[in-house]
């Protein structure tokens, strides 16, 4: 049965060991390229980030954010490949940049001490530029890509080469377009916002298009208490803030000091104008991308859309902080598969539904819909739909969602339609019944049956099966796929009611010596017969580097998670896309080298000897070619 299983599942490579070298470790017979670094600029035009003055500690040349504009960003993070011509050997791929670090960006720099006080012209242009900078650095980077001789390279110049930044103008759609919370200064009548940031995973649509996530929007936005002295201003405003965990005074990255967006008390709905899902058409580079409002305002780790057999989109999506939720839009139109354009605004209309798991293992989606008579009315804080989809948060707590340990990325297997949820780990969930306020409200920190360990330091999976596997059903039944951690000695359980703080359970697997650990997953994606990848963010049981795993999710080996990669020092591993043939895996590094500083690097991961680290995409694939994994 063994032999017949790994052909089902064709996973034949030899796991590799957590590492904890400043390199990506594979296992034998498998090699890779680095596709793109940050500050390698997508057009001859414009140079590329001068990598040795980075290493030499120069703080930034003046025209740095108009070339950072037109160079690939930092802290690459989502990855979506779509293919040309159907090939799976040259597509364009849509990548996210999820933050800056200035210290990595700006060697020596003297820190960030804002402009306020007597401070120098000089001092204040220099922080004029690192928030140029930084703005430029994030969003969405898209690229054409080709494989040739074997080996993956960017197309420099390619018509389809494109960089979206915090100030690329982006249309907003779905019912909270105009609304009251979405008007500001600069827009006044609430239709356009200005940029995308904290850009974390993401999906793609049967149509095309890209879709990338806004996840942690509060760390832009400063000065919060400012906001709640100033005595003309709406209370309904203020307290629509108090589900995100907005910045009483500095915020991380200093935006504000230069930009009045980004400062509550100069803009208090600046806000409301992130914290979505963004539809991007790859293909077409003059077009605007759009806010995609009736999927709901949250900390948005990505999308994955599937086609229901009705014809109707159901588009799943978790909410990364500690007790939120996740959720699953709906649309109310149907698919056309042979017409792009009418599908385009699918995204617009439809009902978004937040889950509930029961500790029968049964759930419900319960909708995010305004109604007078219903939960969600005036005298619960929501005036209209538009304000249910800019507070889903608090619309969801009120609803009776079970508040998850930081569910990531939401993928549907594509071979049983089943949904997996990756929780990347939650050290604030309690032992013992008990109650904590995070997020703005009162909650249940104690263990639940579909968060069933407290602390929960290492994450766990959970599988979705809907009923009647329909994707537009509002009842669903649930299983825990995963409990993350050490799978050796006695910690590993084959029966969940045992469980412990320290159990591991991968899918009643019983084999420990054939499983490897695993903490923090994070991304997950699908390889084209149904196969789990993993990559991983945070804290690992040996302390190793970050890394991607597999396990198949049926038949015998069902749960036999095994090592696939391990990344460089101090890195986060991101993406987890294949090219459709499933000869390319594509992986972002991304922060490599973190916890250093740039006198003493911790990496010098990709560009080797004594270079500063650099966020950058690879490409693994199978010597001789065949599936990865294989
Ligand atoms: Fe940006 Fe939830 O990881
Ligand atoms: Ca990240
Ligand atoms: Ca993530
Ligand atoms: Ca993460």
């Known amino acids: 049965p063994a032999a017949n299983a790994s052909r089902t599942s064709q996973l034949g490579f030899k796991p590799i060991q957590g590492s904890k070298a400043d390199a990506i470790v594979l296992p034998p017979g498998y090699t890779h390229d680095v596709l793109i670094r940050w500050g390698e600029s997508l057009f001859s035009s414009v140079p590329d980030l001068d990598a040795t003055k980075l290493d030499a500690g120069v703080l930034f040349e003046p025209k740095a954010a108009e070339h950072q504009r037109s160079q690939f960003g930092q802290n690459c993070d989502a990855i979506h490949f779509f293919p040309l011509n159907g090939r799976s050997d040259h597509g364009v791929l849509c990548v996210n940049n999820e933050y800056t670090d200035d210290a990595l960006m700006f060697p020596r720099h003297p820190g960030f001490r804002g ?76 239709v356009r916002a200005f940029g995308t ?80 899902i963004v539809e991007i058409d790859p293909l077409d580079p003059t077009s605007t991308p759009i806010k995609r409002t009736a999927l709901g305002r949250f900390a948005h780790e990505g999308a994955s859309p599937v086609i229901a057999r009705n014809g109707r989109v159901a588009v799943y999506m978790g909410d990364d902080d500690k007790f939120e939720y996740v959720y699953k839009f709906i649309s109310a139109g ?3 598969a042979k017409n792009r354009a009418a599908n385009r ?37 929501f005036r209209d739909q538009a304000d249910v ?15 998850m340990d930081r569910p990531e990325d939401v993928e549907a297997n594509p071979t049983t339609g089943r949904i997996y949820i990756a929780c990347t780990r939650n050290e604030s969930r309690t032992v013992e019944p008990g109650t904590t306020t995070y997020g703005g409200r009162e909650i249940d920190s104690a263990p639940n049956a579909a968060n069933p360990r407290g602390a929960n330091n290492f994450g766990h999976i959970i599988e979705i099966a809907e009923a009647g596997d329909d994707h537009t ?25 045992q469980v412990k703080t320290d159990s591991a359970y991968y899918a009643g ?93 911790r990496s010098h991961w990709p560009d080797g000897g004594k270079h500063q680290p650099r966020s950058s995409v690879i490409a693994i694939r199978k010597e001789g070619g065949g599936p990865v994994g294989s």
């Not at 029961?358 to 804080?381: C, E, H, I, R, T």
């Not at 989809?389 to 508040?403: D, E, F, H, S, V």
């Not at 796929?481 to 009611?497: E, K």
């Open 509 to 601: 697997y019983a084999n420990a010596a054939e499983l490897s650990p695993i903490g923090s997953p994070d991304n997950i994606g699908f390889d084209r017969i149904g196969n789990l990848w993993i990559v991983s963010d945070g804290v690992q049981p040996h302390v190793s580097n970050n890394g991607c795993w597999v396990t198949p999710t049926s038949g015998p080996n069902r749960g036999r998670l095994q090592q696939f990669m391990s990344g460089p020092v101090g890195c986060e591993v991101c993406g987890c896309q294949f090219s459709p043939d499933n000869e390319t895996l594509f992986i972002s590094i991304q922060h490599p080298g973190e916890g250093g500083s740039t006198a003493k690097p």
């Open 197 to 276: 940031f904290a850009n974390c995973a993401g999906g793609e649509t049967p149509w095309g298009t890209y879709l990338t996530a806004e996840e942690n929007i509060q760390d832009y936005f400063a000065n919060l208490d400012q906001l709640k002295a100033r005595n003309d201003v709406d209370p309904f405003i203020v307290d629509a803030h108090r589900r995100f965990r907005m910045w009483s005074a500095q915020c991380p990255y200093n935006w504000d000091v230069v930009d009045s967006r980004f400062d509550l008390a100069v803009t208090p709905t600046e806000p409301f104008r992130f914290g979505w």
């Open 389 to 403: 989809l800019i507070k889903a948060r608090m619309a969801a707590y009120l609803l009776g969602a079970t508040p």
């Open 115 to 190: 402009l306020r006080g007597a401070v120098s012209r000089e001092y204040v242009k220099q922080q004029q530029q690192v928030v140029a900078v930084t703005k430029a650095a994030q969003g969405v980077s898209i690229v054409e890509i080709v494989r040739k001789r074997g080996s993956w390279q960017f197309v420099k110049d390619s018509k389809y080469n494109r960089r979206i930044t915090a100030d690329t103008p982006i249309n907003i759609g779905g019912a909270a377009r105009g609304a009251a919370l979405m008007k500001t200064k600069d827009d006044p009548t609430g």
């Open 334 to 336: 149907r698919f056309d």
């Open 473 to 497: 059903s509002l009842e669903f039944s649930w299983e825990v796929f995963l409990l993350a951690g050490d799978p050796s000695g006695d910690r590993l359980i084959t029966d969940l009611t």
């Open 345 to 381: 605004n699918l995204l617009d209309q439809g009902t978004l539904h937040v889950a509930r798991f029961d500790a029968s293992g049964k759930g419900q989606w319960l909708p995010l819909v305004f109604d007078p008579k219903g939960p969600l009315n005036a005298a619960a804080g």
